[in-house]
């Protein structure tokens, strides 16, 4: 299931994993367009009402609370997910969705907030960012910052502990939550025990060799991806701005320990590894995992593709060692 990423004589011999080849064939017969076929008001109508067709089943938590908090654009919508009835003071994930900056909902990943809160034992804040075109780089980045500190200076009142808070967020998401751990490195605030990054996007440029090799057959296509980033970015000078992309960063040094996970047949897995990679040179722990045969989004596949639950599990395992400061 899993493999390591360093080899790539070893990821080009590497076959697409059988259930992840069931799905392509699915997609396949029922012939649907590509998102950069779309508007992003018809892609995120069909990105909420897929969502859930290859996800793990959403199970009960304690509660499941909506709220709006002010940001800099309006109201920012937040889903506080608190896993059990308790009288301590339970760890909080702040998780930010993926999409490409332009798709995603909270309910297009309550399934997986809710398993992320029950299996790490964590509350789970999920963050509805503003999304491009309407609202351009850095909108995403200043919304989810502003949902991080929030939940800094109010994590008592959710039933936190504001010593123990991690950030994660998978494709776009996790691009936002390793901006947002360095910005919070900056300012001391809050003082975050770990970064969950699941397929990150973190290159200035798509020009990467997994960005070639994986282009096209791998549901997340290279002309998708660039009408994300299309989108997105206000020109290409957004492009030298390390909120756009946190491996030119300046300083990497004195950030919270990592797990990085990567899908080797994804075009943003050479993202996700080259910043793991910095990471690690920088000083910060960390765990890099690539998972063999798969495919972006597969950690959002997990009632159809058993590694998808897998990665769930190792992201709540590593959760739960962090907060419990082992």
């Known amino acids: 299931m899993l493999s390591s990423p360093c080899n790539p004589e070893a990821r080009r011999r590497m076959p697409l994993d059988p259930q992840v080849r069931q799905v392509l064939d699915w997609v396949r017969q029922a012939g649907n367009p590509e998102y950069w076929q779309m508007t992003p008001e018809e892609a995120r109508d069909w990105h909420n009402r897929k969502a859930g067709l290859l996800d793990i089943k959403p199970e009960t938590v304690f509660s499941s609370d909506d709220r709006e908090i002010p940001g800099p654009g309006g109201a920012i919508p937040l889903r506080i997910y608190t896993p059990r009835m308790t009288g301590e003071s339970l760890p909080i994930l702040v998780w930010l969705h993926g999409g490409g900056h332009v798709v995603g909902c909270l309910d297009s990943y309550d399934a997986l907030s809710r398993q992320l809160a029950l299996q790490a034992d964590c509350i789970v804040v999920s963050v509805a960012y503003r999304l491009a075109p309407e609202h351009k780089f850095p909108a995403g980045v200043e919304d989810s910052l502003v949902a991080l500190r929030w939940v800094g200076h109010h994590a008592d009142s959710l039933g936190g502990d504001p010593?123990?808070?991690?950030?994660?967020?998978?494709?776009?998401?996790?691009?936002?939550?390793?901006?947002?751990?360095?910005?919070?490195?900056?300012?001391?605030?809050?003082?975050?025990?770990?970064?969950?990054?699941?397929?990150?996007?973190?290159?200035?440029?798509?020009?990467?060799?997994?960005?070639?090799?994986?282009?096209?057959?791998?549901?997340?296509?290279?002309?998708?991806?660039?009408?994300?980033?299309?989108?997105?970015?206000?020109?290409?000078?957004?492009?030298?701005?390390?909120?756009?992309?946190?491996?030119?960063?300046?300083?990497?040094?004195?950030?919270?320990?990592?797990?990085?996970?990567?899908?080797?047949?994804?075009?943003?897995?050479?993202?996700?590894?080259?910043?793991?990679?910095?990471?690690?040179?920088?000083?910060?722990?960390?765990?890099?995992?690539?998972?063999?045969g798969m495919v972006h989004p597969f950690f959002s596949m997990g009632g159809v593709v058993d590694a998808g639950r897998k990665a769930i599990e190792q992201s709540a395992v590593a959760l739960a060692r962090a907060f419990s400061g082992r």
């Open 163 to 292: 010593g123990r808070i991690a950030i994660g967020g998978d494709s776009s998401g996790g691009n936002l939550a390793a901006v947002c751990a360095i910005l919070a490195r900056d300012a001391a605030f809050p003082r975050l025990r770990f970064q969950l990054l699941v397929y990150p996007r973190t290159a200035a440029w798509e020009d990467s060799a997994s960005h070639r090799e994986f282009a096209e057959g791998h549901l997340l296509t290279r002309r998708t991806i660039l009408w994300f980033h299309n989108h997105y970015l206000r020109s290409d000078e957004d492009r030298q701005d390390w909120r756009w992309a946190p491996l030119i960063a300046p300083d990497l040094r004195g950030l919270p320990p990592a797990l990085v996970i990567v899908a080797e047949c994804d075009p943003l897995r050479d993202d996700g590894i080259a910043y793991a990679e910095r990471l690690r040179r920088e000083g910060n722990a960390v765990e890099l995992m690539s998972y063999a």
